[in-house]
């Protein structure tokens, strides 16, 4: 089995104990960072399907995501690769009712390296938490919202209503998370939607650089 499929098993299977030696064989045979990655994300996908069918439950999807997060780590050294800009500061959390982070988290690091200042709040972030965050950051420049849920969408609106509506400081707002497309962004008034880790950092830029 090449070892981009024995990562990719230790996701599915939920290896936590082997993962991380495993991501670490598959750089040292040639793979890199991103290829990795791929691998990890399809396999979610995977897991999420097998959970759609009733094939798996909550407590398998979970032992999938801890092992990723394992994974991930073995990993992140490649994919944050830094960079010498300062770019001000950005506020980040899944909103509240939804506690997926992966895609969250992965956002962050990129973002991060990228040049941003990270405030991570986390999971389930109530709106007014992030109301709070801002006040206390009056120079943040951007304020992004992960939501996973077509449940938790309502609470991505409520997210986006408030900080649009909240007077302090000037920032946009970003958006994102698999149920999320451009249009629903446009929608509730965010400034800037991105699908994917890699684009959030792009679309990060661009809003600042309108700011
Ligand atoms: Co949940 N879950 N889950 N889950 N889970 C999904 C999302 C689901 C699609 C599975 C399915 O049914 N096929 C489904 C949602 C269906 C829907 O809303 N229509 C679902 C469900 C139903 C649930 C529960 C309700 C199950 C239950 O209890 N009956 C429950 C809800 C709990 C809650 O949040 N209140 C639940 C729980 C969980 C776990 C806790 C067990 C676990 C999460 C653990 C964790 O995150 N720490 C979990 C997992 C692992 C998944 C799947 C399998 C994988 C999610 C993931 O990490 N993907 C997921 C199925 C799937 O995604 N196909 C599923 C990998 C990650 C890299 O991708 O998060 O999409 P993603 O992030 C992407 C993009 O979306 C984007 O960038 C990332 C990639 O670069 N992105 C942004 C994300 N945020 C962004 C922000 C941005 C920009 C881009 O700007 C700000």
Redesign the pocket.
């Known amino acids: 089995m090449s070892k981009l499929n024995e990562v990719k098993e230790m996701v599915q299977k939920g290896r936590t104990k082997k993962i991380a030696g495993v991501v670490q064989e598959a750089l040292d045979a040639g793979a890199d960072a991103q290829e990795i990655l791929d691998a990890m994300?399809d396999t979610?996908?995977d897991?999420?399907?097998a959970?759609?069918r009733d094939e798996i439950f909550?407590p398998e999807?979970?032992i999938?995501?801890k092992a990723?997060?394992l994974g991930l780590e073995v990993i992140e050294p490649q994919l944050a690769s830094g960079a010498g800009e300062k770019l001000g500061k950005c506020i980040?959390g899944t909103v509240e009712?939804?506690?997926?982070?992966?895609?969250?988290n992965?956002?962050a690091m990129m973002i991060k390296s990228s040049g941003f200042d990270v405030i991570d709040m986390g999971v389930d972030v109530p709106v007014d938490t992030f109301i709070e965050k801002i006040k206390e950051n009056p120079d943040v420049k951007v304020v992004?919202?992960?939501g996973?849920?077509?449940?938790t969408m309502p609470a991505l609106k409520a997210s986006v209503e408030a900080a649009k509506n909240c007077d302090v400081g000037n920032f946009k707002v970003?958006?994102?998370?698999?149920?999320v497309t451009e249009e629903y962004a446009d929608e509730i008034g965010a400034d800037g939607y991105?699908?994917?880790?890699?684009s959030?950092v792009t679309v990060a830029k661009e809003l600042i650089a309108s700011l």
Not at 98 to 103: C, F, M, N, R, S
Not at 148 to 151: A, H, I, P
Not at 174 to 179: Q, R, S
Request: charged share 15%; proline share 2%.
């Open positions: 994300v979610m996908g897991v999420g399907d959970f759609s909550v999807m979970l999938a995501a990723m997060k980040i009712g939804d506690l997926h982070d992966i895609g969250k992965l956002v992004a919202f992960s996973l849920l077509t449940t970003l958006v994102g998370g698999a149920p991105a699908q994917d880790a890699g959030a």
